[in-house]
T-cell receptor, first 111, second 115 residues
Framework: DAKTTQPNSMESNEEEPVHLPCNHSTISGTDYIHWYRQLPSQGPEYVIHGLTSNVNNRMASLAIAEDRKSSTLILHRATLRDAAVYYCILRGAGTASKLTFGTGTRLQVTL | DTGVSQDPRHKITKRGQNVTFRCDPISEHNRLYWYRQTLGQGPEFLTYFQNEAQLEKSRLLSDRFSAERPKGSFSTLEIQRTEQGDSAMYLC?????????????FGPGTRLTVL
Protein backbone atom coordinates (compact mmCIF):
# COMPACT_ATOMS: atom_id res chain seq x y z
CA ASP A 1 0.00 0.00 0.00
CA ALA A 2 1.19 3.49 -0.76
CA LYS A 3 2.22 5.31 2.37
CA THR A 4 1.07 8.63 3.82
CA THR A 5 2.99 10.99 6.10
CA GLN A 6 1.27 13.35 8.52
CA PRO A 7 2.49 15.56 11.37
CA ASN A 8 2.00 13.93 14.76
CA SER A 9 0.08 16.85 16.23
CA MET A 10 -1.29 20.29 15.50
CA GLU A 11 -2.98 22.98 17.53
CA SER A 12 -5.66 25.45 16.58
CA ASN A 13 -7.73 28.13 18.21
CA GLU A 14 -11.47 27.75 18.18
CA GLU A 15 -13.22 29.33 15.20
CA GLU A 16 -9.97 29.57 13.27
CA PRO A 17 -9.37 27.60 10.04
CA VAL A 18 -7.20 24.50 10.29
CA HIS A 19 -5.09 23.05 7.50
CA LEU A 20 -4.05 19.44 8.07
CA PRO A 21 -1.37 18.31 5.61
CA CYS A 22 -0.71 14.85 4.21
CA ASN A 23 2.13 13.71 1.98
CA HIS A 24 1.68 10.72 -0.29
CA SER A 25 4.50 10.87 -2.81
CA THR A 26 4.07 7.22 -3.94
CA ILE A 27 0.35 7.53 -4.71
CA SER A 28 -0.77 5.59 -7.77
CA GLY A 29 -3.03 6.96 -10.47
CA THR A 30 -6.07 5.07 -9.22
CA ASP A 31 -5.70 5.76 -5.50
CA TYR A 32 -8.35 7.87 -3.86
CA ILE A 33 -7.40 10.05 -0.90
CA HIS A 34 -9.68 9.45 2.07
CA TRP A 35 -9.79 11.22 5.42
CA TYR A 36 -11.24 9.76 8.57
CA ARG A 37 -11.15 11.15 12.07
CA GLN A 38 -11.39 9.54 15.48
CA LEU A 39 -12.86 11.49 18.35
CA PRO A 40 -11.83 10.47 21.87
CA SER A 41 -13.30 7.12 22.94
CA GLN A 42 -15.07 6.60 19.62
CA GLY A 43 -14.53 4.62 16.45
CA PRO A 44 -13.23 6.44 13.38
CA GLU A 45 -15.67 8.35 11.20
CA TYR A 46 -15.51 9.29 7.52
CA VAL A 47 -14.75 12.91 6.72
CA ILE A 48 -14.15 13.29 2.98
CA HIS A 49 -12.47 11.74 -0.04
CA GLY A 50 -11.22 12.83 -3.46
CA LEU A 51 -9.21 11.81 -6.51
CA THR A 52 -7.89 14.86 -8.34
CA SER A 53 -10.22 17.81 -7.88
CA ASN A 54 -10.76 19.71 -4.68
CA VAL A 55 -13.82 18.55 -2.77
CA ASN A 56 -16.17 20.19 -0.31
CA ASN A 57 -18.76 18.75 2.03
CA ARG A 58 -20.51 19.88 5.17
CA MET A 59 -17.65 18.75 7.39
CA ALA A 60 -14.56 19.92 5.53
CA SER A 61 -12.77 20.67 2.29
CA LEU A 62 -10.06 18.62 0.65
CA ALA A 63 -7.40 20.37 -1.42
CA ILE A 64 -5.34 18.04 -3.63
CA ALA A 65 -2.05 19.13 -5.15
CA GLU A 66 -1.83 19.09 -8.92
CA ASP A 67 0.76 16.29 -8.88
CA ARG A 68 -1.35 14.45 -6.25
CA LYS A 69 1.68 13.90 -4.06
CA SER A 70 0.13 15.82 -1.21
CA SER A 71 -3.26 16.95 0.05
CA THR A 72 -4.67 19.18 2.76
CA LEU A 73 -7.78 18.72 4.83
CA ILE A 74 -9.31 22.07 5.67
CA LEU A 75 -11.63 22.67 8.59
CA HIS A 76 -13.01 26.12 7.96
CA ARG A 77 -13.87 26.99 11.56
CA ALA A 78 -12.51 24.62 14.14
CA THR A 79 -14.64 23.93 17.18
CA LEU A 80 -13.83 22.07 20.38
CA ARG A 81 -15.76 19.12 18.95
CA ASP A 82 -13.23 18.86 16.11
CA ALA A 83 -10.50 17.79 18.52
CA ALA A 84 -9.61 14.34 17.23
CA VAL A 85 -6.99 12.26 15.46
CA TYR A 86 -7.21 12.81 11.70
CA TYR A 87 -6.10 10.02 9.37
CA CYS A 88 -5.17 10.44 5.71
CA ILE A 89 -5.60 7.12 3.86
CA LEU A 90 -5.00 6.04 0.26
CA ARG A 91 -7.42 3.54 -1.18
CA GLY A 92 -7.80 1.98 -4.61
CA ALA A 93 -11.10 2.42 -6.40
CA GLY A 94 -13.40 -0.45 -7.22
CA THR A 95 -12.07 -2.71 -4.51
CA ALA A 96 -13.52 -3.86 -1.24
CA SER A 97 -10.35 -2.77 0.40
CA LYS A 98 -9.41 -2.40 4.00
CA LEU A 99 -8.43 0.97 5.37
CA THR A 100 -4.74 1.23 6.19
CA PHE A 101 -4.39 3.74 9.00
CA GLY A 102 -1.15 5.45 9.98
CA THR A 103 -0.72 7.23 13.27
CA GLY A 104 -2.57 10.32 12.06
CA THR A 105 -2.47 13.92 13.28
CA ARG A 106 -3.80 14.70 16.71
CA LEU A 107 -5.60 18.05 16.51
CA GLN A 108 -5.99 20.07 19.68
CA VAL A 109 -8.47 22.94 19.66
CA THR A 110 -8.30 25.58 22.35
CA LEU A 111 -10.53 28.47 23.31
CA ASP B 1 -29.96 4.19 16.66
CA THR B 2 -29.16 2.56 13.32
CA GLY B 3 -25.38 2.70 13.57
CA VAL B 4 -22.90 -0.13 14.08
CA SER B 5 -23.15 -1.62 17.56
CA GLN B 6 -20.66 -3.74 19.44
CA ASP B 7 -21.02 -5.83 22.54
CA PRO B 8 -19.60 -5.81 25.12
CA ARG B 9 -18.04 -2.37 25.30
CA HIS B 10 -15.48 -3.51 27.83
CA LYS B 11 -14.10 -6.93 28.67
CA ILE B 12 -11.57 -7.86 31.34
CA THR B 13 -10.29 -11.40 31.29
CA LYS B 14 -7.47 -13.48 32.65
CA ARG B 15 -4.70 -14.77 30.46
CA GLY B 16 -5.60 -18.08 28.90
CA GLN B 17 -9.35 -17.51 28.85
CA ASN B 18 -11.44 -17.35 25.68
CA VAL B 19 -13.44 -14.25 24.79
CA THR B 20 -16.04 -13.52 22.13
CA PHE B 21 -17.13 -10.15 20.80
CA ARG B 22 -20.21 -9.35 18.75
CA CYS B 23 -20.74 -6.76 16.04
CA ASP B 24 -24.09 -5.75 14.57
CA PRO B 25 -23.55 -3.81 11.34
CA ILE B 26 -25.81 -1.22 9.79
CA SER B 27 -28.82 -3.01 8.39
CA GLU B 28 -28.30 -4.27 4.82
CA HIS B 29 -24.60 -3.44 4.73
CA ASN B 30 -23.03 -6.44 3.02
CA ARG B 31 -19.43 -5.73 4.01
CA LEU B 32 -18.11 -6.08 7.53
CA TYR B 33 -14.59 -5.40 8.78
CA TRP B 34 -12.74 -6.06 12.04
CA TYR B 35 -9.83 -3.89 13.17
CA ARG B 36 -7.64 -3.80 16.26
CA GLN B 37 -6.26 -0.64 17.81
CA THR B 38 -3.58 -0.36 20.48
CA LEU B 39 -2.79 2.78 22.44
CA GLY B 40 -1.33 5.57 20.34
CA GLN B 41 -1.67 3.67 17.08
CA GLY B 42 -4.17 3.79 14.25
CA PRO B 43 -6.52 0.84 13.76
CA GLU B 44 -5.04 -2.24 12.09
CA PHE B 45 -7.06 -4.43 9.75
CA LEU B 46 -7.82 -7.96 10.94
CA THR B 47 -10.40 -9.46 8.59
CA TYR B 48 -13.21 -8.70 6.15
CA PHE B 49 -16.52 -10.32 5.18
CA GLN B 50 -18.66 -9.89 2.11
CA ASN B 51 -22.03 -11.22 3.24
CA GLU B 52 -21.17 -14.48 5.02
CA ALA B 53 -17.91 -15.12 3.15
CA GLN B 54 -14.64 -14.23 4.87
CA LEU B 55 -12.63 -12.86 1.96
CA GLU B 56 -9.48 -11.51 3.55
CA LYS B 57 -7.50 -12.11 6.73
CA SER B 58 -4.51 -10.20 8.00
CA ARG B 59 -1.29 -11.86 9.07
CA LEU B 60 -2.16 -10.34 12.46
CA LEU B 61 -4.99 -12.84 12.77
CA SER B 62 -3.21 -15.74 14.41
CA ASP B 63 -4.69 -19.22 14.80
CA ARG B 64 -6.11 -18.16 18.14
CA PHE B 65 -8.43 -15.69 16.41
CA SER B 66 -11.54 -16.71 14.53
CA ALA B 67 -14.31 -14.61 13.06
CA GLU B 68 -17.68 -15.61 11.69
CA ARG B 69 -20.63 -13.99 10.03
CA PRO B 70 -23.01 -16.92 9.76
CA LYS B 71 -26.03 -15.36 8.08
CA GLY B 72 -24.40 -12.33 6.58
CA SER B 73 -25.73 -10.10 9.31
CA PHE B 74 -23.99 -9.89 12.72
CA SER B 75 -20.43 -11.09 13.22
CA THR B 76 -18.48 -12.57 16.10
CA LEU B 77 -14.76 -12.40 16.81
CA GLU B 78 -13.39 -15.03 19.17
CA ILE B 79 -9.96 -15.03 20.75
CA GLN B 80 -8.86 -18.30 22.31
CA ARG B 81 -6.23 -18.61 25.05
CA THR B 82 -5.90 -14.86 25.41
CA GLU B 83 -2.49 -13.31 25.96
CA GLN B 84 -1.58 -9.96 27.45
CA GLY B 85 -0.57 -8.77 24.01
CA ASP B 86 -4.19 -9.15 22.91
CA SER B 87 -5.17 -6.19 25.07
CA ALA B 88 -6.50 -3.60 22.65
CA MET B 89 -9.63 -1.94 21.29
CA TYR B 90 -11.42 -4.16 18.79
CA LEU B 91 -13.35 -2.15 16.22
CA CYS B 92 -15.99 -3.32 13.80
CA UNK B 93 -17.03 -1.43 10.68
CA UNK B 94 -19.56 -2.01 7.93
CA UNK B 95 -20.13 -0.65 4.46
CA UNK B 96 -22.61 -0.98 1.62
CA UNK B 97 -20.03 -1.65 -1.06
CA UNK B 98 -19.90 1.46 -3.20
CA UNK B 99 -17.36 1.36 -6.03
CA UNK B 100 -15.48 4.48 -5.06
CA UNK B 101 -15.99 5.73 -1.55
CA UNK B 102 -17.30 2.55 0.10
CA UNK B 103 -17.46 4.56 3.29
CA UNK B 104 -16.89 2.43 6.35
CA UNK B 105 -19.01 3.12 9.41
CA PHE B 106 -17.38 2.16 12.67
CA GLY B 107 -18.84 0.98 15.93
CA PRO B 108 -17.68 2.25 19.32
CA GLY B 109 -15.37 -0.71 19.84
CA THR B 110 -14.83 -3.36 22.50
CA ARG B 111 -11.95 -2.66 24.84
CA LEU B 112 -10.23 -5.87 25.91
CA THR B 113 -7.94 -6.02 28.91
CA VAL B 114 -6.06 -9.26 29.52
CA LEU B 115 -4.64 -9.57 33.03
Amino acid sequence: DAKTTQPNSMESNEEEPVHLPCNHSTISGTDYIHWYRQLPSQGPEYVIHGLTSNVNNRMASLAIAEDRKSSTLILHRATLRDAAVYYCILRGAGTASKLTFGTGTRLQVTL
Amino acid sequence: DTGVSQDPRHKITKRGQNVTFRCDPISEHNRLYWYRQTLGQGPEFLTYFQNEAQLEKSRLLSDRFSAERPKGSFSTLEIQRTEQGDSAMYLCASSSGGLVADTQYFGPGTRLTVL
